[in-house]
């Protein structure tokens, strides 16, 4: 198998938008909506999956005709060479895991990454406990065609300004804040399920196509059943609660100007410190399109 000395541009795909892996998926049918308001402006709100799923990739009619409709997209972040340089420099560390894991998850952390996922042994030391845990969260890249992906060049290729509404240096803090125990407890729980991930993956881009609720929440219960609620507790709070609010705010002069698109991870959307009831409360008319 050919090696790979350390190829960021493959790791940074799960290293952020598969941060919230560990959450429930939303519990919607509706991924798409139609954000409005009484002086006729009209924007998009778009819930993404992070997957190479192809199917994923064939865009509903709503969604093309959007893209030909709207001026700029906003996206959590826009994967240009500044970001992937910055997180490349965010993802090492000068002290080598072996240092940090115990040797027994240690050595299976070093199989895993090396036999599927083309790394070598001195690039998996030099990664960070948390850019491990969420490397080993999401089955190897093979395409590297992922759904949130694909539709930031597909709005690039339309004509579309693509802003970011988050910078690469805050969910690097968002991901660092953990304290290392729980970077620690995440690895071993990646690494436990592991053999599962592939399977879990087919079967929540399953339930997201056919918009089956019951048992996307049952999947979802399943992915946590293995966490410490502190952990949960600040995955939710920090990682969707605060960052919804943050991005709303980075968004709102868009909003108003009308033609935006929003696209961002599906749990970012639903629940009470979703975007759909944050947009809501701010006095839009959001409906659900599909």
């Known amino acids: 198998m050919h090696r790979h000395p350390f190829d960021h541009r493959r790791l940074w795909i799960s290293a952020f938008a598969l941060a919230l892996a560990f959450l429930p998926v939303a519990v919607s049918a509706e991924v798409f909506w139609s ?50 340089e ?34 070598t042994r001195s690039a998996v030391n030099r990664l960070k406990p948390w850019a491990v845990a969420l490397t080993l969260a999401t089955p190897p890249p093979e395409t590297g065609m992922y759904m949130d992906l694909m539709i930031s060049y597909r709005a690039q290729g339309a004509g579309l300004d693509v802003m970011a509404l988050e910078t690469v240096d805050e969910q690097i803090d968002f991901l660092a804040g953990l304290p290392l125990e729980d970077q620690l407890s995440l690895i071993r729980e990646t690494v436990d399920d592991h053999d599962d991930h592939a399977a879990v993956f087919e079967q929540l881009v399953a339930a997201y196509l056919d918009g089956d609720l019951e048992r996307l929440d049952r999947l979802a219960e399943e ?22 609010r943050r991005m709303l705010e980075r968004a709102e002069s ?5 033609g935006l698109i929003i696209a961002v991870g599906a749990l970012h959307l639903h629940g009470e410190d979703g975007l759909v009831e944050l947009l809501r409360e701010r006095g839009w008319q959001v409906e659900g399109i599909y």
Request: negative net charge.
């Open 86 to 119: 910055r997180l490349q420099q965010a993802m090492v560390s000068e002290r080598s895991l072996d240092d940090v894991l115990d040797p027994e998850l240690h050595r299976q952390v070093v199989t895993i990454l090396t036999d599927k996922y083309g790394l």
């Open 223 to 244: 992915q946590m059943a293995g966490l410490d609620g502190r952990i949960v507790r600040y995955f939710n709070e920090q990682g969707l609660a605060a960052r919804n």
């Open 35 to 84: 954000v409005t308001d009484d002086n006729g402006r009209r924007n998009w709100l778009l819930g993404t999956m992070h997957s190479e799923d192809p199917r994923l990739l064939e865009w509903p009619k709503p969604l093309v005709e959007a893209l030909g409709k709207a001026d700029r997209i906003a996206l959590e972040l826009v994967p240009d060479g500044r970001m992937l």
């Open 254 to 258: 868009w909003l108003e100007a009308g």
